[in-house]
């Protein structure tokens, strides 16, 4: 096979990374929702069953242009994506829920030292401001964009451009939210993280679950794709022994909390990799048949797209652009436009309109049981179901 690599697993370091040809024909979408190119590359390692891009020259140049143009949350003018309840629709920001959660864990004490690594524009440190006023907070991120931001949200003492190895002191807790998918080596990473925290400290790590969520496989900037196991096998590798490994802290995401331990890395006994290639395979079958599904559906105007994230803007670019309309929920994204096309509110999209629900099937059917009945005038699809 020409695209047969033999280049090492960037998890565990394997010799052999098997890869998905049929991944190159799928457009794909940046992690800031931005529609990118067909053209990537996606492998599973024979060894930990990580799911991986090549990252190679090529690779390396696609994410240095995602980032020199990143914008966070553009569709909302900057405001953090809700996490929406798919049976109410009401929507509570992501790290809040994370927060939240983390509180009611029992692992938070009521104060303490947390550095955020990747701190973006502060969203978990708003909200652990909020939920754990007593605690001290300090965020890291690559360049001072966010600077201001950050530096003004109470109880933030240090906003540090560079890396973790930067801040000064040890922490009770180190968060990487939505960071570690991005990070080459992550295994390393981790293990770099240990000199960070205080005796008995905890880290928090939170990705997307491709598994629940294939249009995760789509981000060209993400270089892993976790699933819980193999999240376990990095943190393990890393250094820790996680507690949580949770799937139902925020819908579509893995959250995992561990603590740096001495024991030895555990073997992992079972082969894999059969079971999450073929597992990988199916997904990007699934996706391939979404495309298709919309593309039929586009045909007839008016068309439109429930959403204005990250599934939604890669069918915008499988589709070229030939959308009419974004619908959302969400507020902070109602009124605006998204690459020059209306984002509507369910009661502004005109009568008789197509509506995509680009979702995981079975969040796309919850959504479609509630807009129904107060949307009769509207056709709602929902993408098959990922069998
Ligand atoms: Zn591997």
């Known amino acids: 096979m020409a695209d047969s690599v033999s280049i090492p697993c960037h998890l565990c370091g394997h010799a052999h990374v098997e890869p998905l040809p049929e991944y190159a024909v799928l457009r794909r979408v940046t992690s800031d929702c931005k529609p990118w190119a067909a053209g990537g590359w996606l492998g599973v390692c024979r060894a930990c069953g990580g799911v991986q891009k090549r990252m190679d020259a ?18 909302s003018g900057g405001t953090e994506q809700a996490a929406f309840s798919a049976a109410t629709g009401q929507g509570v920001a992501r790290s809040e829920r994370i927060v939240e959660r983390l509180v ?68 009770d807790f180190v968060t990487l939210i939505h960071v570690l998918e991005h990070v080459p080596e992550p295994a390393q990473f981790l293990a770099s993280l240990r000199a960070k925290l205080v005796c008995g400290g905890h880290l928090m790590v939170e990705v997307p679950h491709y598994v629940d969520n294939p249009f995760d496989l789509l981000i060209v900037d993400h270089s892993t794709h976790f ?19 949770a799937t139902d802290w925020v819908a579509k995401e893995l959250t995992m909390v561990a603590q740096p331990t001495t024991t030895e890395p555990i073997a992992l006994g079972e082969d894999i990799f059969p079971r999450i290639f073929a597992d ?11 495309a298709k599904q919309t593309r039929e559906l586009a045909r007839r105007r008016r068309f439109g797209i429930f959403g204005t994230s990250i599934a939604a803007m890669w069918l915008f670019g499988e589709l070229d652009g030939r959308v009419d309309f974004f619908m959302d929920e969400d507020p902070t994204r109602v009124g605006r436009e998204c690459f020059g096309k209306p984002v509507l509110s369910a009661s502004q999209v005109p009568a008789g309109s197509r509506v995509w629900l680009a979702l995981p099937s079975r969040i ?24």
């Open 58 to 75: 090529g690779w390396r140049a696609e994410i240095e242009r995602v980032y020199r143009e990143y914008t966070i949350y553009h569709q």
């Open 104 to 171: 009611q864990s029992g692992l938070v004490g009521a104060r303490g030292r947390l550095l955020d690594v990747g701190c973006g524009n502060g969203a978990l440190l708003r909200a652990c401001s909020r939920l754990l006023p007593g605690w001290s907070l300090a965020g890291t991120e690559i360049n001072d964009k966010y600077r201001a931001e950050v530096e003004a949200i109470p109880g933030v003492s240090v906003m540090q451009v560079g890396g973790a190895a930067d801040v000064t002191g040890e922490f």
């Open 227 to 245: 699933s819980a196991e193999v999240l376990r096998g990095v943190a393990v590798r890393g250094g820790y022994l996680p507690g949580v490994l």
């Open 280 to 290: 990988l395979r199916k997904r990007l079958d699934w996706l391939t048949e979404v």
């Open 364 to 387: 796309a059917q919850q959504v479609k049981a509630r807009l129904a009945p107060e949307c009769s005038n509207l056709e709602f699809f929902v993408p098959p179901e990922l069998v």
